[in-house]
């Protein structure tokens, strides 16, 4: 796909993250971990609680999910979904700011997480005291960012949109002639940006585990493999989305897979995305797109560390102790939630005109 326009970037410098080392798995046999889903469905049903779990967590907590009348799905769903629950207590399994987002829209509600450690990247690249002084240098800008963000920088802005409505959400903005201040990841910013031609500055985040993504060994192995469709997050890398024939959310990607006729795929994004695919199309061959290539470090090799800190047992042991509860204060939780809901309302008129 071939995109227009030009971007500027904000000069500012942010903090470095590192990735954590890949957290060790829980290594059950099939029997412990029947007996662990099944001591984990006692005790959502007797806490009146709900399992909310994002595409990249590990297959079983997805299912689990599904079987529990919870549910599974991406960053945008996965806000709704948990607003619309009428049980007492959310339990995300996904990375921090999806749980304070589910906190914010809930705040009469417990929400629980797995593991409170379970960050992002692209949260952890925008600290609010920066961020709002590099806002407050533009006042003339309309403030849009990421999802994938703290409450307090979701407080300080106009608009939060995830990947699967930024783009019609910029394409709004745009023709009310606005000015956008985005963050804070770059290659989503810029991928919109050429998209819609819209005037925008951004501040200079990425997902490390998208950004490793690389455009040539992508474009060998699609040599090799000419009938594939390649999918890819647009939290990747412009060169990457620039060889992409989907570019979209995780839940996007899926339906790529499940309603597209190629009877291969090479999928730039996490590989927990992986297991839905399969489930939904189990005769098509999934490629994960390479990481390695020059230049490559593959530190995460396409595996986010932060989501895989959510396991099956770490999940037993919040709903018996009820450790790792989500707190947003009522004053942060008021503001931040202005600029979701603007998103969630803009998201239903969307559905209403369809
Ligand atoms: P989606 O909203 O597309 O699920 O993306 C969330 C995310 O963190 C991707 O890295
Ligand atoms: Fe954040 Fe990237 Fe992990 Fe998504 S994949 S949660 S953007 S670090």
Same mark, same amino acid.
């Given at each position: 796909?071939?995109?227009?326009?030009?971007?500027?970037?904000?000069?500012?410098? $942010?903090?470095?993250?590192?990735?954590?080392?890949?957290?060790?798995?829980?290594?059950?046999?099939?029997?412990?971990?029947?007996?662990?889903?099944?001591?984990?469905?006692?005790?959502?049903?007797?806490?009146?609680?709900?399992?909310?779990?994002?595409?990249?967590?590990?297959?079983?907590?997805?299912? %689990?999910?599904? #079987?529990?009348? @919870?549910?599974?799905?991406?960053?945008?769903?996965?806000?709704?979904? @948990?607003?619309?629950? #009428?049980?007492?207590?959310?339990?995300?399994?996904?990375?921090?700011?999806?749980?304070?987002?589910?906190?914010?829209?809930?705040?009469? /509600?417990?929400?629980?997480?797995?593991?409170?450690?379970?960050?992002?990247?692209?949260?952890?690249?925008?600290?609010?005291?920066?961020?709002?002084?590099?806002?407050?240098?533009?006042?003339?800008?309309?403030?849009?960012?990421?999802?994938?963000?703290?409450?307090?920088?979701?407080?300080?802005?106009?608009?939060?949109?995830?990947?699967?409505?930024?783009?019609?959400?910029?394409?709004?903005?745009?023709?009310? @002639?606005?000015?956008?201040?985005?963050?804070?990841?770059?290659?989503?910013?810029?991928?919109?940006?050429?998209?819609?031609?819209? #005037?925008?500055?951004?501040?200079?985040?990425?997902?490390?585990?998208? #950004?490793?993504?690389?455009?040539?060994?992508?474009?060998?192995?699609?040599?090799?493999?000419?009938?594939?469709?390649?999918?890819?997050?647009?939290?990747?890398?412009?060169?990457?989305?620039?060889?992409?024939?989907?570019?979209?959310?995780?839940?996007? %990607? $899926?339906?790529?897979?499940?309603?597209?006729?190629?009877?291969?795929? $090479?999928?730039?994004?996490?590989?927990?995305?992986?297991?839905?695919?399969?489930?939904?199309?189990?005769?098509?061959?999934?490629?994960?797109?390479?990481?390695?290539?020059? @230049?490559?470090?593959?530190?995460?090799?396409?595996?986010?560390?932060?989501?895989?800190?959510?396991?099956? /047992?770490?999940?037993?042991?919040?709903?018996?102790?009820?450790?790792?509860?989500?707190?947003?204060?009522?004053? %942060?939780?008021?503001?931040?939630?202005?600029? $979701?809901?603007?998103?969630?309302?803009?998201?239903?008129?969307?559905?209403?005109?369809?």
């Amino acid at each position: 796909m071939k995109v227009k326009g030009t971007t500027q970037e904000a000069q500012v410098h $942010i903090p470095q993250v590192k990735a954590p080392p890949y957290p060790e798995q829980d290594h059950l046999s099939e029997e412990e971990k029947r007996e662990l889903k099944e001591q984990i469905k006692q005790k959502l049903k007797e806490q009146n609680a709900v399992l909310v779990a994002h595409y990249y967590t590990d297959g079983d907590l997805q299912d %689990l999910a599904e #079987e529990t009348g @919870g549910c599974v799905a991406d960053s945008l769903e996965m806000a709704r979904f @948990g607003a619309e629950q #009428e049980a007492s207590t959310l339990v995300v399994a996904g990375v921090r700011f999806m749980g304070e987002t589910s906190k914010i829209l809930n705040i009469e /509600k417990r929400v629980l997480m797995p593991d409170l450690a379970a960050t992002c990247s692209l949260d952890e690249g925008c600290p609010i005291d920066q961020f709002r002084a590099y806002c407050d240098q533009y006042p003339d800008h309309t403030v849009v960012v990421y999802a994938n963000t703290s409450a307090e920088v979701k407080a300080r802005s106009d608009w939060v949109v995830t990947s699967g409505i930024a783009l019609p959400v910029i394409k709004h903005l745009s023709q009310l @002639g606005e000015k956008i201040l985005w963050a804070p990841d770059k290659h989503l910013g810029q991928y919109v940006q050429h998209m819609t031609g819209v #005037e925008m500055i951004f501040w200079p985040g990425s997902c490390l585990v998208h #950004e490793e993504f690389k455009a040539d060994a992508l474009q060998k192995m699609h040599l090799n493999h000419p009938k594939a469709a390649v999918l890819v997050h647009p939290e990747s890398p412009q060169n990457v989305v620039d060889l992409a024939d989907v570019v979209g959310s995780t839940t996007a %990607l $899926i339906e790529a897979v499940r309603t597209m006729d190629n009877p291969e795929f $090479i999928v730039a994004t996490d590989a927990g995305i992986l297991h839905k695919m399969r489930q939904l199309a189990p005769d098509k061959v999934l490629l994960p797109a390479p990481t390695m290539g020059e @230049g490559a470090t593959c530190e995460s090799c396409a595996r986010c560390p932060w989501m895989a800190m959510n396991s099956l /047992k770490k999940l037993a042991h919040v709903l018996d102790t009820g450790e790792n509860e989500i707190l947003v204060s009522q004053e %942060l939780a008021k503001k931040a939630r202005i600029p $979701i809901q603007r998103m969630l309302d803009f998201a239903a008129q969307m559905k209403q005109k369809k």
